[in-house]
């Protein structure tokens, strides 16, 4: 979770411009479900450098508009990090190993809105931050973020988003070589979307 | 010519001298009087090490003046700050805004990411001790299969098990700044700031300076609130404070110096019923004055605005010698002629000098600079005053000059009911009732020395203060640690040893954070201990480090790699390092090097509450070479020293005129001094009952009270018989001339002068109703 921490510091270190994204962002909008809960299952490949095999983990992952996220890695190790307004949590079981308060650590804030709006899809948000380049097609989008600032560029490399009405994969690229990338299925929106063992964490 | 002439013309000569230096000093070299408050306080030489933190905490502060703008919304509190840099921007001569450079803080990690292995927090290192494999095996994989996990300070590789991180973040944490969009950023409940630091060019003391910087601070203010106007503003620096002093000061030598003229004006001019008294006694007080400044310059190279404030109460004491004159002309036949007169007066004239001047010389005798030149420049004033009398006096007035008023008659006639102290029952009875109730008052005086005695900031500054340091949990620059070794080496094990004592009060709650060197770069003692540690904890063979592998199907050859790479990064740090990179700028006011052989640094602390110091500072306690320093607490020990020190100052004062007198006064030299003490114990008695604490600045105006009071008393044994209103009258305006200029001493808003007007008001107004009870009629009259 301290990498987390990191890429929180980096981005609080970047400092935003505005300026407008060669990204087609009103027709993605467009296409956004955005629903006010989505759940679904998710599937993370890693591939480090200097490693021979790529780590693959599976979980499930709650975005609730106006609270927050919610990520659940189920296997290998199960652990889950839940991100609010005011706090980022992670449990490992049921112990509590890592909390960022906002009162101690004021870019908790700014780093729970990047990353939800990653996982919405609400590339509005990301513009100020990121330098966009995307297309679209009937069936779906598909955007290039790189970062403005160079210290955030080499703390978290480059993004690449493709979604549909929902966001369905995440790709990451490191300046050192590491990739991860991140497949989402299975997902579903509504109260119904959470299951009561998610409900309570939030 | 006559021998007065002749004394007259060169006192002319003499005159004219100090005023042509005087004209050049104010109108060529445009002399600006010294505002800096602190030079009223003694340097001390005791520990030149704890004095050079001191002044080495003070410099890094004076200059420096910090602003937050602050909105609900960010983009409205970025908007007003634009504003107010903007306005500020265009004086580059005056300000320098602080960039914020983003090469600095990307670059400023690099230098500890090659030696992340030795840089652990003090959890982190419990822990490495104390927890079993598993748990770091576990922390390892968690991370490793992290969601968004890739980046940050560096590959997963480089800090697999999240060490570097967790000392970086508890680093992020020393302060709650942190950078957005370009400005920094801070933030509570209700708002979010812009923090815009700013470093003054020109020196923060001077009142030019001021005059320039404030009315540019209210401007840039102002801008903010026109772009902005929900704006909230809060600023703090050494400057808002001094030119509070400044005003404040300026606002209370006018308002003395001319309400004191004003009362001698009006009680001359119904004493004498003339103008021509009035403008020789004013012209003797101004020439005390110009010779007193001039000689001063001389002296100190510089004046300080307090002593032109004391200076102002001079006109108090500098009338003494001409009304004297004036009194004793009134009284005297039209056919004695002035220099006749004089030659009379002269011997009772000596002796009020002499009793004055040694009055303020006790105040010279203090290690207060300030209160240094305020005893010198007052006793020349008084010489010079003196000697216009002596020289001028006698040539300018002649036996017909003079007509009495009316208040002279009616005043003079009191003389006659006043008592006469006898040896009887009444006078007994007096006595004992005057013992008890003395008794009683004296021993209900307290005593403070708090330092804040000597400046009232006014409510906004310091609320403005208060915000500020909570909003930036900045260390205070006044309450610290003092470290210090024969090498830096030991200086930061020193610190190292002090920390961990810290580390229980931050989990008690006493204090929330420190600054110190060695959290970022520790001794070099720890960082051998720590890569042992961790090659024993984590790497060694059958550890967490292979843990790792077995997980991730990984073999030996990726175990060697990967530790070989974690083992460059544990090369050790050193503070030289350290201290070349712009990454240890905000620190570096921490270190004071080296002096006379010894390495010193400083333990800052943050979130310490007046009330926890007591017990903060046992953490110093049987450590070697740590020290708690306490700006506050050295100055008001030094108050309180000297408070102790200038009593006794004032009792063997009292000795040393008695000596003094003895010659002439004989057997009635105690009539001379009795009114004096008798008021001064009086006058603590009555601040006792009016619940007063005692303060240094009490003391030191019963010493001068003792030189006022003794000219009454002078005046009065020489002219013994009590049919002779001339010392009477000589008194009564005198005295009512310094209740007049020192009362209005008490108006002052700095409790320090207001304590000083208040002791001198009843003091004075006290022996001017003792003295005539302790004439001598009957012996006189023999």
Known sequence: MNKLKIVIAAVSLAALNHAQAAVPAAKIQAMLAKPPIMCGRFDQTKQLAGMKKPLASEGRFCVVAGKGVLWRTLKPFPSTLRLTRDEIVNYQGDRVAMRLDAKTEPTVRVINNVLFSLLAGDLGQLDTLFDGDGSVDADGWSVALKPRQAALEKAIGTIKLEGGAYVKSIVMNEAGGDRTTIVFSAIQSGEAAMTKEEAALF | ?782
């Open chain 2, 1 to 782: 010519m006559t021998r007065t002439r002749q004394l007259a013309l060169l006192w002319l000569l003499a005159v004219c001298l100090l005023l042509g230096h005087n004209v050049y000093l104010w109108a060529v070299k445009r002399i600006v009087p010294d505002t800096d408050i602190m030079a009223l306080l003694p340097v001390q030489e005791r520990d030149p090490v704890l004095q050079q933190s001191f002044s080495h905490m003070v410099d890094a502060a004076q200059q420096r003046v910090v602003v937050l703008v602050g909105a609900a919304d960010w983009d409205d509190a970025k908007r007003a700050a634009d504003a107010y840099s903007t306005t500020l921007a265009a004086r580059k001569d005056i300000f320098d805004a602080t960039p914020i450079n983003e090469q600095t803080q990307s670059d400023w990690l690099s230098l500890f990411q090659q030696h992340r292995l030795i840089l652990l927090t003090a959890r982190q290192e419990a822990q490495l001790r104390d927890q079993p494999a598993q748990f770091w095996l576990d922390a390892a994989l968690a991370k490793l299969y992290a969601p968004f996990g890739g980046p940050k300070l560096g590959s997963w590789q480089e800090d697999p098990f999240g060490l570097f991180s967790g000392w970086v973040q508890e680093r992020a944490q020393e302060t709650p700044v942190r950078p957005r969009d370009g400005h920094l950023f801070v933030a509570d409940g209700q708002r979010q700031y812009v923090l815009l630091p700013l470093t003054l060019k020109v020196p923060a003391l001077s009142m030019t300076a001021q005059e320039t910087v404030l009315p540019l601070l209210k401007q840039a203010g102002d801008a903010a609130r026109k772009a902005t106007p929900q704006a909230e503003l809060i600023q703090a620096g050494v400057i808002l404070h001094a030119a509070n002093a400044s005003s404040q000061a300026s606002g209370e030598v006018s308002t003395i110096g001319i309400g004191s003229l004003l009362g001698i004006i009006l009680l001359m001019w119904f004493a004498f019923h003339s103008f021509k008294p009035i403008s020789l006694i004013l012209l003797s007080i101004g020439i005390g004055c110009l010779g007193a400044l001039s000689v001063c310059w001389m002296l100190f190279g510089q004046i300080h605005l307090m002593t032109l404030v004391f200076g102002a109460s001079l006109i108090g004491v500098a009338q003494d010698y001409g009304i004297y004159f004036l009194c004793n002309r009134l009284a005297a036949d039209e056919k004695l002629d002035s220099p006749a007169l004089l030659k009379r007066l002269l011997p009772g004239l000596c002796l009020t000098l002499l009793a004055a001047v040694i009055g303020y010389m006790g105040l010279a005798l203090t290690p207060f600079p300030g209160l240094r030149q305020m005893a010198v420049f007052s006793a020349l004033g008084l010489v010079f005053a003196w000697l216009t009398v002596v020289f001028w006096f006698p040539t300018l007035i002649g036996g017909r000059t003079l007509k009495s008023g009316g208040l002279v008659r009616v005043y003079g006639a009191a003389l006659r009911r006043w008592p006469l102290l006898r040896f009887n029952r009444a006078t007994l009875v007096a006595a004992v009732g005057f013992v008890l109730a003395a008794g009683y008052g004296v021993s209900r005086l307290g005593a403070n020395d708090d330092i804040r005695l000597l400046q009232n900031p006014p409510k906004h500054l310091i609320a403005d203060q208060i915000k500020l340091s909570k909003l930036l949990d900045a260390p205070t620059p006044v309450q610290y640690f003092l470290v210090r070794g024969d090498s830096g080496e030991t200086v930061l094990q020193r610190e190292e040893a002090l920390k961990a004592r810290l580390d229980k009060l931050i989990a008690a709650k006493r204090i929330s954070g420190y600054q110190a060197m060695s959290n970022w770069v520790p001794s070099a003692k720890t960082q051998a201990e720590r890569r042992s540690l961790i090659e024993a904890k984590l790497l060694a063979d059958g550890g967490p480090l292979q843990g790792i592998a077995t997980q991730t199907g990984e073999d030996a050859q990726w175990i060697a790699a990967t530790r070989a790479g974690l083992l460059t990064a544990a090369a050790p740090l050193t503070l030289d390092d350290f201290l070349k990179t712009p990454a240890s700028d905000p620190w570096r006011h921490l270190w004071l090097g080296q002096t006379n052989g010894v390495y010193a640094s400083i333990v800052a602390l943050r979130g310490l509450s007046n009330a926890a110091v007591p017990q903060v500072l046992l953490a110093a306690e049987g450590l070697d070479g740590v020290q708690w320093a306490d700006k506050v607490a050295e100055i008001s020990s030094v108050l309180g020293r000297y408070r102790q020190y200038m009593s006794w100052v004032v009792l063997g004062a009292y000795a040393v005129v008695y000596a003094l007198l003895f010659p002439r006064y004989r057997r009635k030299t105690w009539r001379v001094l009795a009114p004096t003490a008798l008021a001064s114990i009086a006058t603590l008695a009555l601040l006792g009952f009016a619940s007063q604490n005692l303060q240094l600045f009490h003391v030191l105006a019963l010493m001068l009270l003792l030189g006022v009071g003794v000219d009454y008393g002078i005046f009065m044994q020489e002219h013994p018989d009590r049919r002779d209103r001339t010392p009477w009258l000589a008194v009564g305006m005198s005295a009512a001339n310094t209740i007049l200029s020192f009362g209005l001493l008490g108006l002052s808003s700095t409790p320090a002068l207001q304590a000083f007007g208040l002791t001198m008001l009843l003091g004075t107004a006290l022996v001017w109703l003792i003295v005539p009870c302790f004439g001598s009629t009957k012996e006189s009259t023999q």
